[in-house]
């Protein structure tokens, strides 16, 4: 192990990691509320909306992301829609996070039971304040496990942006390999930064796992 190169290139593998959590926070916080919106359609069932999202959720899920990538990177500038790498990784991330975010949230929707709705309607609340107060904490709750895992899986997906000419860490260690040959440190610097990113996302999921079964079933 070269421990001059990895010290020498270590702040490469900074910049890279920057970038790499911005664009993948990003994308996963407008997964989120593109998952919220679908779930909340799916839920209420709302007409011709329902199927549309049905369609996206198809799409997005059995589709990879990077064909997704190609797609809006290469394919939409024919066309004359062009965005930038960074933009084009966001709107991909958010694409595919999408899809899986609104699963994760209809499962938790649905495990409500529906006397909890009547309940809260005979207390006299609209439908917007009985998914608020009543109806989303609860699903929030039940979905926790299936939410964390879906934020892991998106900030995973991040690897290959590099497919896209983005100066992420999948990038900057395939670089590094073609130029100086340094494939056992350009690997472990890589490894070590996606730890870095991922092991206290899946920390905390835990803890906050754990806190919600204890406040939910008092163990």
Excluded at 103 to 121: K, T
């Amino acid at each position: 192990m070269n421990w001059e190169f990895i010290m020498k290139y270590l702040p490469l593998y900074e910049k890279a990691a920057v970038l790499t959590v911005r664009i993948g926070l990003i994308g996963v916080v407008i997964a989120i509320v593109v998952g919220l919106i679908c779930a909340a359609i799916q839920y209420y069932k709302i007409p011709v909306l329902k199927h549309i999202v049905g369609i996206y959720i198809e799409l997005s899920r059995n589709t990879p992301l990077l064909v997704q990538l190609f797609f809006i990177y290469y394919g939409l500038p024919k066309v004359g829609i062009r965005t930038q790498a960074d933009v084009c990784g966001v709107i991909g991330l958010a694409f595919l996070g999408g899809s899986y975010m609104a699963e994760a949230f209809r499962s938790g929707l649905e495990a409500i039971e529906p006397i909890q709705a009547e309940s809260a309607m005979s207390l006299g609340m609209n439908r917007y304040q009985m998914m608020r107060y009543v109806i989303l904490p609860q699903a929030m709750s039940i979905s926790v496990p299936a939410f964390m895992a879906n934020v892991i899986f998106l900030l995973k997906e991040t690897s290959v942006f590099s497919a896209i000419s983005l100066m992420d860490l999948m990038f900057t260690a395939k670089d590094l390999i073609g130029l100086y040959y340094k494939t056992t440190e350009s690997l472990f610097l890589l490894v070590v930064f996606y730890l870095i990113i991922l092991l206290p996302v899946s920390i905390l999921g835990s803890i906050l796992e754990r806190r919600l079964r204890y406040a939910g079933f008092g163990a």
